[in-house]
């Protein structure tokens, strides 16, 4: 089959390789018909994320059709049309009973490993770097789907691959960054990265009764889809961002803060060559910008949610700040298998249709340059959907 | 709704955060003494005096120290100058040597340098966080400024691999080392017990063991993957066996491959599943079988056994041991045990005395 490998940095290539087998007996092989890029996929493609291996399968957001189940596979059937989710979840242990799916204490062959870096484990993860079990990934024409029952959800005729596909990740991910702001009625919510993350985090947020949303990137169009969605913007270029946001609160701050930029951030000021040079120095692995800035912003006793991935070391953290506002900070992997039905429920209801934040369609022969496109944010790029 | 792009007057000005982290190791849990176990198994015993590699870079670091804390006391203006930092600075830089020359001295005056090693690691972090000041103070010299962040950076890095190293190193005592790992999984003891106690299920989670044979009441013979594809074997018996609590284990007198240990079995606090606490210790051996046993333990002979214990628990909570030996990659040959290896590698395992 074809499918879409990592060789090094900004170098992904198409190449022919083995269809995947059943390698354990609740294993299913999924043939995909639908697959995207995401913005934690460019943590990878930029050299940012270690334990990266020439050849390695790329790809966390996909769905398709079952061709294949393993003995212990109870409720999928072949011919089943799926959505996978990208943690990879046993469903016994004490973390996936406890839906927090994305820690399943099961499913990283390579758990000593991430245990060096974090102190503990998460779950693995479809093709996301050895260290969290490095599983071929979706972008691809068939997929291994490790624990297919609990991954996937069954989804009916009637609704297209781009309604649903993002099931998979972003929309539980700017869901659950919503979610964990623990939003009450007449609250505010800043929301920095106008990314595929933020998109779905700007309506989450309004979904679960925030009063208004302020949105923060400096990407046109970026900006303007997240006006489309219901949210005010700020272009940190043009704007100081935290006096922006102070004007717009009354000195107070936005009741909750959500970091959907993660380690790549960018900044117009002294700060961002400085922590360019701490990252080339491999002083720290991480640009915490936008996180500084949420953390700056957010009101006293507030919420900061971060969706943003991080992967090591951070350096000026104000932690002076976390403490003296009480502040209560959210993040960690989406625990996406506890959103697949509630959140398809949202979309056979009519509340959200997902596909609003699809700007490419490319056949995954193509994937090479769409992940240029995608990273270099040009010709309006906000989402890519593959087909093979 | 009506949405707009806020826009205002207002100046851009950077707030830079305020930065501290810190370290702290765990105080243990009141009314008990953890680590009793392990003392308690291992012999008394004095180390075996010579210095291992990590000792010796960490000597290495020590005088290096020295000698950088001596200079940069006698000679701040001079070394200001090499590396760009204004004059000004110069009482920052005696500071540094000062601090350089403490750190030095303990580590090379100690038996058990980690502690030192580690103040070198703060230290260097500390000097980092004034050269970086110092970038943004007039009259520094930003390039050779790169260069001696460049440098500290470099040692920072290998401190702090240094004390790594000695803090999480093997054990050893009178020659035995001593592991003891434990992990909680979701089932009853009685269901763990039953599984560890047929000995022939072994191969479905410790990876090393190819099979394992009951030779009688309390005798069983393993055959194990030994180097360079080779197989090895020995007898064991059981020398305690408490039902659902406690199963305890050595090789048979004369064996070659020399180990004991035990399992323990015990309810987690909360009713989440069993708290399952291995106690291994081994000669590390010398010659073909000893490399055997080398090769099953690694060179970190914790992270295998905790592998073989996550296996364990696999297979009890999920029914199967995850893998991705056999999947596809866009290159030749497969790279899933790679990561597996660099921990158990093969040969001797590094080990460390201990008085
Ligand atoms: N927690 C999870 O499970 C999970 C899941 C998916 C994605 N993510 C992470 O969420 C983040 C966003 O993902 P995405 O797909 O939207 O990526 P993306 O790269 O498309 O979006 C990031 C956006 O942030 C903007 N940005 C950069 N610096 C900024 C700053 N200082 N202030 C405000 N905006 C800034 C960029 O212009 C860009 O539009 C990534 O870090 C991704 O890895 C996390
Ligand atoms: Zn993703
Ligand atoms: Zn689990």
Redesign the interface.
Known sequence: ?K?N?W?GKRHV?V?D?????I????DAIVKITSTAICGSDLHLYNGFVP?M?????MGHEFMGEVVEVGR?VKKLRVGDRVVVAFP?S?????FC?GEMYSLC?????????AEQFFGHSPA?IFGYS?LT????GGQ?EYV?V??ADVGTVKIENGLSDEQVLFLSDIFPTGYMAAENCNISPGDTVAIWGCGPVGQFAIRSALMLGAERV?AIDRVPER?KMA?DG??????YE???V???LM??TGGRGPDSCIDAVGLEAHA????YY?DRLKQA???ESDRPIAL??A??ACRNGGTVSIPGVYGGLI???????VMNKALTLKTGQTHTQRYLKPLLKRIKDGDIDPSFVVTHRLKLADAPQGFATFNDKQDGCIKIVMTP | ?T??????T????????????KTQEGSPATGQQLGAVSDRLSENGNGNGSLTQEEQLAYGLGWFGIGLGLTELMMPRRLAHATGLPIRHRGLIRIMGLREIASGLGIITQRRPAGAVWSRVAGDVID?ACL?VAFTSAGADRKKLAAA??AV?GA??LDLLCAQQLTRDVVTRNGTIAVTVSL?I?RSPGDLYSYWHDFTNFPSFMKHVISVQVTGERRSHWVVTGPAGSTVEWDAEVTEDSADTLIAWRTLEGSDVDHRGQVRFEPAPGK??TLVTVDLQYRPPAGTLGSAIATWFGQNPE?SM??DL?RF??VM???????????????QGS??W???RA?RGSGTPRTRGRT
């Open positions: 089959m499918a490998c060789y290539q190449v390789v083995p269809d995947p087998i390698l354990n007996q609740r334990t291996e020439q050849g390695d399968i212990e990879i046993c469903g016994n242990c004490f009973k204490e099961n499913s990283n062959p390579n758990a000593w490993m693995g050895h079990g490095g599983f071929a691809a291994r490790p624990f302020v900006l006006r219901g949210a005010h913007t700020i272009d043009e704007t100081d935290y006096d922006m004007q717009f117009p000021t002294p700060l400085y120095m491999m002083l500084r800035e953390i700056m350096d000026k953290m104000p932690m002076g700040a | 709704m949405t707009r792009s806020l826009q205002g207002s100046p851009k000005t950077t707030r830079p955060g305020k930065s501290s982290s980092l970086g962040v460049t950076a920072t890095a909680i979701d989440r599943g992270h905790k592998m996550r628990k696999q909570e999920t029914g199967e041991v995850i893998t991705t030996e056999g999947q596809p990659a866009g290159r790279t899933s790679k990561y597996d921990v």
